[in-house]
């Protein structure tokens, strides 16, 4: 007789804590699959929740309501949590190679580690910028100038935020909002916004970008369109800031205390090094199965997927959409059932804030302009979100 599938212990290992890993641990949790050993290698103990990540820096969340708790959703899933950092993959063995334990093997692999800012390419950028992430470490950069601007009002402080897209913009509108309320006068902030295009948030409709453009000079940022930077070097000041010169392409030069990095994203070089089929910037190419096209144990989903049937923004919105498929394509391979394809939807809604309690609504070429009423509908499906992670005994569904 052929042994049950169920008495075969599986090793099925998530890397990375992302948005998609977050609904197929919770899942799991409440759909537990007999002889399957869960794994989850992340850097952190818990993992930002994008939607709420500039409404956090803008002063209106705490650190908690927009994180999820990675320990307490790994116990629920009964999932091995290992904080760790997967440095390489080898695939002809099954092993995931971490930076500071043995390697784990696996049966099925599953890959959501998002994406970075990439920099490499311009001078002083990768030792001076402080890139939009890793999280953890935007967030203790962005703790340490509260704390500075707080302790020292009377100090004029610079902020430059390079990279125009609605993460970029969300990110200085959100820095604006929070530090014009700890300076002693307005005059002692200054914000800049560089963008390498002649428009702000491009992958968005034209009206977006207008009503965008105009919310932006409203607050007082200044704007640099058509603006390239190509070095970053720190000045020689007697202030107790650190102070940077930024050159752009042009010849511009800008002075100020802190570079944010928030360009086009980029994937780590591992991946293609291990022999997975990734697309130009390095994201793994995965079919209408979220399964890598070159392995066929191998799932990526959110940031660091590429759809090969569907190119899709890197956009949190398509990670939260695609965990439940990826779960159950996950649970469908190791009950050697066939995969069921996820079409992703072609428009989608975006909300994106202002930094003022106010969001703009848009989908395809219908937009709204900022309201408050947008920004209630925004937190409350933020929040919706995150109470699903707050109280996992009560879930049981996250369709």
């Known amino acids: 007789m052929p042994q049950n599938i169920h008495s075969i212990v599986k090793n099925l290992v998530l890397i990375g804590g992302g948005h998609s890993h977050a609904i197929v641990l919770r899942m799991f949790g409440s759909r537990m699959l ?7 290698i992340n850097p952190t103990l818990d993992t930002p929740y994008s939607g709420m990540l500039p409404g956090h820096i803008a002063g209106f969340y705490s650190r908690d309501q927009c994180h999820i708790d990675l320990r307490a959703l790994a116990k629920f899933a009964q999932a091995q949590l290992y904080i760790d950092q997967a440095v390489a993959l080898d695939l002809e063995n099954n092993k995931v190679l971490c930076a500071n334990q043995p390697a784990i093997n696996f049966d099925v692999l599953s890959i959501d580690i998002g994406s ?3 920099k490499i390419s311009v001078s002083g950028a990768a030792e001076f910028a402080i890139s939009a992430k890793p999280v953890s470490q935007l967030l203790q950069h962005w703790d340490q100038i509260k704390e500075n601007v707080a302790a020292n009002p009377q100090l004029p402080i610079s902020i430059a935020v390079v990279g125009g897209g609605a993460g970029g913009v969300e990110l200085a509108l959100a820095m604006q909002a929070n530090l014009v309320q700890l300076v002693a006068e307005n005059e002692n902030l200054e914000m800049h916004l560089f963008q390498r295009s002649g428009e702000l948030m491009p992958n968005y409709h034209p009206s977006v970008r207008r009503l965008m453009q105009q919310v932006v000079i409203s607050k007082g ?10 070095q970053i070097t720190p000045m020689i000041s007697r ?3 650190e102070k940077y010169t930024i050159k752009c392409e042009s010849g511009l030069t800008v002075e100020c205390n802190k570079v944010f990095w928030v360009t086009q994203a980029s994937a780590p070089d591992w991946l293609k090094a291990a022999g997975l089929g990734t697309d130009e910037q390095g994201f793994i190419l995965v079919d209408d199965n979220l399964r890598s096209l070159t392995h066929a144990n191998v799932f990526a989903a959110g940031d660091i997927a590429t759809m090969i049937n569907y190119p899709l923004p890197k956009a949190g919105v398509f990670a939260v959409r695609q965990g439940q498929p990826l779960f159950e394509n996950l649970q469908r391979l190791l009950l050697g059932k066939t995969l069921k394809p996820y079409r992703p939807q072609q428009q989608y809604l975006s909300l994106i804030g202002t930094g003022d309690k106010k969001a703009i609504a848009t989908r395809g070429a219908f937009t709204l302009p900022p ?9 409350y499906i933020d929040r919706r979100f995150m109470q699903r992670f707050h109280k996992f005994s009560d879930c049981r569904d996250v369709s």
């Open 116 to 118: 970075t800012p990439a």
């Open 371 to 379: 309201h408050k009423l947008l920004w209630c509908w925004k937190d």
């Open 221 to 230: 940022i200044q704007l640099h369109l058509g603006e390239a930077v190509c």
């Open 34 to 40: 007999p002889g399957v050993n869960l794994t989850l």
């Open 239 to 241: 202030e107790t800031r």
